[in-house]
């Protein structure tokens, strides 16, 4: 674990904080989506950016933050996601992750915490990338 | 988790049966269920109630995705929408675990089909249904007695 994630680990974390993690590999969200779960956080799943943008819009739910796969099924990938939740609801934040390489430059552009996570990642490293967005919007 | 049930036995005395009491030591592992539902706004809603009843719950989206966590990993329970998208529906899967006896409590727009693979729960259905049948199934108790 880095010095600055160590450091954000100490901060105090809401355990109703809610992260909806998209990602078409069944086996990779649900690994993901169990590890936040044990750390805290609420966690919805959605297999295709479509299926997020309608847990997104549910009335009784309200999320914090989008983890996204980059390359999904489907007629929207991360990106497209990214940008719809941009537009749509500017107070919930994006981590983009994906295995290309090309991606990070584009990811980039859509999160403001940095690049975007490459696979295959640790888990313990997206929820520090969490804690890192988290601490990030209570500066601003 | 704190929970534990008190089970009676019948032991046999001699020629006579007797009635004995015996504590189960708590079951600190919650039972691991899979929700198959191709629908995501009722899959995240009977996944999140199942889970304020202390069960440990995974989901799937399809059947693919189905068959491929029932390949690695232990399920208790698998709570599957016949409906699914795809050819076979969610009969792909009942059709692939044959091998393998699962617990079952399938779900469906359609009525209930007379070759059901466990209980059957008619959509609209209310989640705390849902949950308080795989709680019996499961023989696990409900979360006011947690």
């Known amino acids: 674990m880095s010095t600055s994630s160590t450091h954000l680990s100490a901060q105090a974390d809401s355990p109703l904080q809610t992260i909806l993690v998209v990602e078409d590999e069944v086996l990779i969200r649900l690994v993901i989506a169990e590890y936040l779960r044990e750390c805290g956080y609420r966690v919805h799943e959605a297999v295709s950016a479509e299926e997020a943008m309608l847990i997104l819009q549910a009335p009784e739910v309200s999320v914090d933050i989008v983890f996204s796969d980059v390359e999904m099924q489907g007629e929207m990938d991360g990106f497209g996601l990214a940008r719809w939740v941009r537009a749509n609801m500017p107070e919930t934040q994006v981590i983009l992750t994906s295995g290309a390489d090309r991606s990070a430059d584009i990811a980039g552009t859509l999160c403001e915490a940095g690049p975007l996570m490459k696979k295959p990642y640790h888990t313990q490293d997206v929820v520090d990338r969490i804690k890192q967005l988290k601490a990030t919007a209570k500066r601003f | ?146």
């Open chain 2, 1 to 146: 988790m704190g929970r534990h049930h008190v089970v009676r036995l019948l032991v046999a005395s001699g020629a006579r049966m007797s009635a004995a009491s015996v504590t189960v030591l708590p079951r600190r592992i919650p039972p691991t269920i899979l929700v198959v539902e191709g629908d995501v706004r009722i899959r995240y809603r009977v996944s999140d109630e199942l889970r304020a009843w202390g069960f440990k719950v995974l989901e799937a989206g399809s059947a693919p995705e189905a068959l491929t966590v029932l390949d690695a990993v232990q399920v208790d329970l698998l709570f599957l929408a016949l409906d699914l998208p795809g050819t076979g529906g969610g009969w792909d899967v009942v059709h692939h675990i044959r091998e393998r006896p699962t617990k079952m409590i399938v779900t469906s727009r359609e009525t209930g089909p007379s070759d059901s693979p466990g209980p059957f729960v008619r959509k609209p259905y209310q989640a705390g249904e849902v949950a308080a049948l795989a709680a019996r199934s499961l023989n696990w108790p409900p979360p006011t007695q947690a």
